[in-house]
């Protein structure tokens, strides 16, 4: 091959596929033909021609003029390609196709993806929460505790990290119940905490203000304290 071959080779430039369309086309309801269709449009849009007719893109397919024109149709009746008119300044009406429902469409796909992969974290969230509540319990809970237990996730927005710190203050004071676990998130809430370190400063500060001023603990009363710690990371 010659130096000029190879640099005219050079020249000619690259086609850049999107990672996204390539794995996900099918998602889109395109067929292979469909998408080599919509590849070869980029490469004629990218050099500036960007009306080629179906006998410009059959001569780069396998298929004929007849079936790019068929091709042509579906996806501009599937929504991924357009056509739009062009006024110039002689008064010339031109047209074009246009790729941007095919982009908009592939970011709606990715967007769509995203919230469902947020939406199953969010759904396996809750069943753990469940689960770690029933196992506090001992019992399964009844359709109220769950349904308070669902609002408090639903309605009241709290974290369900926030919720399992609330579950295990109960515990470690003594009231196991539903009522005392609310009552600790409504005052949590009031007071804008949001994470398990301010969930526990409150706490400590609050076991400090209950206690007596001029009392001191006894050195068996100190040896049997239950801490505060973040059961979370055991």
């Not at 395109?30 to 990218?46: A, G, P, S």
């Not at 609002?151 to 196991?176: N, Y």
């Not at 809430?189 to 409150?202: S, V, Y």
């Amino acid at each position: 091959m010659k130096k000029d071959d190879m640099i005219a080779w050079f020249e000619q430039g690259s086609v850049s596929i999107p990672k996204l369309l390539f794995n996900h086309y099918s998602d889109l309801g395109l067929d292979e033909t469909e998408f080599m269709m919509l590849m070869h449009l980029n490469v004629f849009i990218d050099s500036g021609e960007s009306f080629p007719t179906p006998h410009d893109l059959s001569a780069k397919m396998s298929v004929s003029t007849t079936k790019c024109m068929e091709v042509l149709r579906n996806l501009i009746q599937k929504g991924v390609l357009t056509i739009e008119q062009l006024d110039d300044s002689s008064s010339v009406i031109s047209e074009q196709y246009s790729l941007k429902p095919l982009w908009r469409k592939l970011i709606n796909l990715l967007m769509q993806e995203n919230q469902n992969e947020v939406q199953q974290e969010q759904e396996q969230e809750e069943i753990n929460l469940y689960s770690i509540f029933e196992k506090e319990f001992g019992r399964p809970l009844s359709p109220f505790e769950c349904e308070t237990l669902a609002m408090w996730v639903d309605q009241d927005h709290h974290d369900p990290l926030i919720i399992k710190t609330a579950l295990r203050e109960s515990v470690m004071s003594g009231k196991l119940n539903f009522r005392y676990i609310d009552r600790i998130l409504f005052e949590w809430k009031k007071n804008g905490i949001k994470t398990i370190d301010q969930a526990r400063a409150h706490s400590q500060k609050f076991r400090q203000h209950q206690q007596p001023k001029n009392q001191k603990p006894s050195q068996s009363q100190n040896s049997s304290a239950v801490p505060f710690f973040n059961w979370l990371e055991q």
